[in-house]
């Protein structure tokens, strides 16, 4: 048993909470590894020992519930933590009935998971989230009057704005049409569909501080749940309206702040050997710092490098699957390619 880095297996569907929860465990110094439905999680399990696992609830393939059962079948020691924007009394008691350990509500902030690892796994030598800053990133300005509060979306990420404004844009690349799709979905009564939606979108908007789109993601979750067409329809009526107005912000955002920088990120990177970005990228894959997903945009782009083009597909597969250890050795037959 290592005391130092204990091991946590991740399973989480959604690309914006993965990247969340991964940064504050990295932080935390946990060996991390990430499963995105019950079915990955039970072949993780297959292969390697986990000290406590994260579950989340609502995945398609395998949900948490059933996967938890199976996994208790063979290891009823390990704590397994369920994690869901459901916090109700009968959500919880599921989850226990289930075979689930505890119950942590999202979004899980830096200090309720440093306390629920040090409940259920009281021997790891864990490290408390220190601030992080990013210089070079221009300050969060949305408006005056602004559907997220960026300050406590950037606390949710342990402080790390270059994450949290990664989580903006790729909330916008991922979920940008969930709204049509929703309105097709109740016009053709696929509630099972708008509950998905919305249960999504309401853990995202937790994470990121959208305040009123995750009130009203999760009044739309539980008009659908009871088939009260009144209530749906005023439900939907609401959540159109936030959901538009945070969309609205972030292009705008997006637009003036996120292309600005990037711009001047590429500027600057052009002047690189590809040698250069290489170690780059193998600071940032060993320090864990999403930046290297955004980094992997602009060198995927390097002649030099696409020769290469094997290694640089699995390098970017890798990475996008937060496997940085494994993209690291990519990394390094990558440079002594480049040496030859």
Partial sequence: MDK??????????????????????????????????GLEALACIEKTHFDLIFMD?????????????????????????????????????????????????????????????RRWIPWADLEPISNHTDSDFPPLKLGRHTA?????????????????????????????????????????????????IAHTIASIAANIAAAALYKSSRLLDASVRVRNTEAIDLAFQRFSTEFNQVMV???????ITIGTLRKNRQESQAREQPMDWLLRMDRLLSEGDAEAIDLLSIITDEPELLKQTDRVNQLSYLIHRFQFDDARQVLAEMGSELEH
């Fill in 148 to 196: 997220i509060d960026t300050q406590q979306g950037i606390a949710h990420v342990g402080n790390n704005k270059s994450l949290y404004i990664k989580l903006l844009h790729d909330f916008i690349q991922d979920h940008h049409n969930d709204l049509d799709t929703i309105s097709v979905a109740l016009s053709n009564s696929e509630f099972k569909t708008v509950e998905r």
């Fill in 57 to 117: 609830i609502q995945m398609p393939q395998m949900d948490g519930m059933t996967a938890t059962s199976i996994i208790r079948r063979d290891h009823p020691e390990i704590p397994i933590i369920a994690t869901t924007g459901n916090a109700l009394h009968r959500d919880r008691q599921e989850a226990l009935d289930a075979g689930m350990s505890d119950f942590v509500a999202k979004p899980i902030s830096s200090y309720q998971l440093y306390e629920t690892l």
């Fill in 249 to 255: 912000e972030l292009k705008q955002y997006e637009k």
């Fill in 4 to 37: 130092q880095f204990p091991r946590v297996l991740l399973v989480e569907d959604n690309r914006v909470n993965q990247q969340v929860m991964l940064e504050l465990l990295e932080q935390l110094k946990t060996r991390v590894t990430l499963a995105i439905n």
